[in-house]
């Protein structure tokens, strides 16, 4: 692709090259979501000419309406510098909107050091590109279960996906769209004490194209005192996505450790889990984007060790039972409620209600997913979309319910978030709608599995927690 650059302070132009080899994990066709690495030469008149930039490009042309870039490279006076762009790809103009590329040059702190055009030649390029595609077959490993190196986990012997190991449910998803909401957080319950914590980092790419965001806070909830806790960043997101998760601001998640400060608040933990990820919702709705918005968890029942530290007090985390999830859409929903409850021995219970704010579908009832892990298997059965429309949610505070039935099985819910142990954070989504959740890391709930006989319903299990479920309801203005 060539083009033009304007850099900053210049009143002029200057001619851009970009030589691209790149690799995809699949095949390129117009339904295709894929991340493909590249090798580039990047050349700028004047300015840099670095044969072995390196970066990524995105390839979603209908699934998300975009193919985007992200190349790292070094400017002639050493400075790292990132090429940061997209093709917005249309119905109405496919070539043209294929071909054309708008980019932004950023340094290391995410700003903005030029702008530019580029375009890809069709009548002089197109032929080399198709002549030089190749396919190649290779077999690919099994993913790795989660504290192990070097055993591939076997094949499921029902047929269903093979498991999936928590580091490649971490790293970001965003590809440079706006609009776009993406959270990594994190919910503990100290054993010792009955504290809870509560960490969340944001990822906010505004609706208006404005530059990303990163931000959230951390919240503490003891047993004898009112609930406490304080915001961090903003902070710009990194020109270079970070590789195992969310990395912003001296603030930091990945599958194995959470760090960071928030005013009187600082954290430093350690995570370790043995439970397969649960997907909340469809696995085909995280992956393939195709509802508003997504959660997963890819740390069901993790166990944290560390400290948390509140001005002067410090509180000592050793084997404490809580979870790691993760979010990807485009905003909050207009109304919802969740729930984490770890029920001991493996066991997990989690739900997701919503109504969202997509037209017409926001006059109709909180959609519920639930999805209760006992003894390794997990209820409802099939898919968490069907099932959720066999289920009914009643939203409110300080009290909301969820009920619902899958074969021969039944589930309910209740949970109690006393106002007293309940904080409210405001804050906006990526269209700049106000949005407050109210959440309690010490709430109450009751869990009830029953099965049907030929006399009725019979209780099957039932858990009842005490200041232990981790639960959060909320609603945009």
């Given at each position: 692709m060539t083009g033009a650059v304007r850099l900053s302070g210049e009143a002029g132009e200057r001619p851009i090259r970009l030589t691209l080899r790149f690799t995809a994990p699949g095949?390129?066709?117009?339904?295709?979501?894929?991340?493909?690495?590249?090798?580039?030469?990047?050349?700028?008149?004047?300015f840099a000419d670095d044969a072995a930039a390196t970066g990524s490009m995105e390839i979603a042309p209908l699934r998300a309406g975009r193919i985007g870039y992200r190349l790292a490279f070094t400017a002639l006076d050493g400075r790292r510098l990132w090429l940061d762009g997209g093709k917005a790809v249309t119905v109405r103009r496919p070539l043209a909107s294929m071909t054309r590329l708008s980019a932004r040059l950023l340094d290391a702190e995410g700003t903005v050091v030029g702008n530019a055009r580029l375009v890809f030649d069709l009548r002089?390029?197109?032929?080399?590109?198709?002549?030089?595609?190749?396919?190649r077959r290779r077999r690919r490993p099994w993913p790795q279960a989660p504290g192990t190196r070097g055993t591939?986990?076997?094949?499921?012997?029902?047929?269903?996906?093979?498991?999936?190991?928590?580091?490649?449910?971490?790293?970001?998803?965003w590809r440079g769209q706006p609009g776009r909401l993406e959270v990594w957080y994190a919910t503990v319950t100290d054993p010792a004490t009955g504290t809870g914590i509560w960490l969340h980092h944001e990822l906010v790419a505004p609706a208006?194209?404005?530059?990303a965001r990163a931000h959230g806070w951390a919240a503490v909830f003891p047993r004898d005192a009112p609930p406490v806790w304080e915001r961090f960043g903003p902070a710009?997101?990194?020109?270079?996505?970070?590789?195992?998760?969310?990395?912003?601001?001296g603030i930091t998640v990945t599958a194995?450790?959470?760090?960071?400060?928030?005013?009187?608040?600082?954290?430093?933990?350690?995570?370790?889990?043995?439970?397969?990820?649960?997907?909340?919702f469809p696995r085909w709705a995280w992956h393939r984007e195709l509802l508003p918005a997504a959660q997963i968890l890819p740390v069901p029942t993790g166990r944290f060790t560390g400290t948390v530290q509140v001005g002067e007090r410090e509180l000592t985390l050793s084997d404490a039972p809580g979870n790691l999830a993760r979010i990807y859409g485009h905003g909050n929903a207009r109304r919802w409620a969740w729930l984490h409850a770890d029920l001991g021995d493996g066991d997990v219970c989690e739900v997701v209600a919503a109504v969202s704010t997509r037209p017409g579908l926001n006059r109709l009832p909180a959609l519920p997913f639930v999805r209760l892990r006992v003894g390794g298997i997990e209820y409802p059965a099939g898919d968490p979309l069907l099932a959720a429309l066999r289920f009914r949610a009643r939203l409110g505070r300080p009290r909301w319910t969820v009920t619902g039935r899958s074969g021969d099985r039944r589930i309910s819910v209740a949970v109690t978030m006393p106002p007293e142990r309940t904080i409210a954070v405001p804050y906006a989504d990526p269209d700049g709608a106000p949005a407050v959740c109210h959440n309690c890391e010490v709430a109450d709930?009751?869990?009830?599995l029953e099965r049907r006989h030929r006399d009725g319903w019979r209780e099957e299990r039932r858990w009842e927690l005490i200041a232990t479920a981790h639960a959060e309801v909320g609603e945009r203005d």
């Open positions: 095949a390129l066709h117009p339904l295709a979501d894929l991340r493909a690495e590249a090798t580039v030469r990047v050349q700028v008149a004047g002089r390029d197109l032929l080399p590109f198709l002549a030089s595609m190749r396919l591939p986990l076997p094949r499921p012997a029902d047929g269903g996906p093979a498991p999936v190991a928590p580091d490649d449910l971490l790293p970001s998803r208006d194209g404005s530059p710009p997101w990194p020109a270079e996505r970070p590789v195992a998760g969310y990395d912003a601001g194995q450790e959470l760090t960071g400060a928030a005013g009187d608040l600082r954290w430093r933990l350690r995570v370790s889990g043995d439970g397969d990820p649960m997907f909340t709930a009751v869990v009830l």
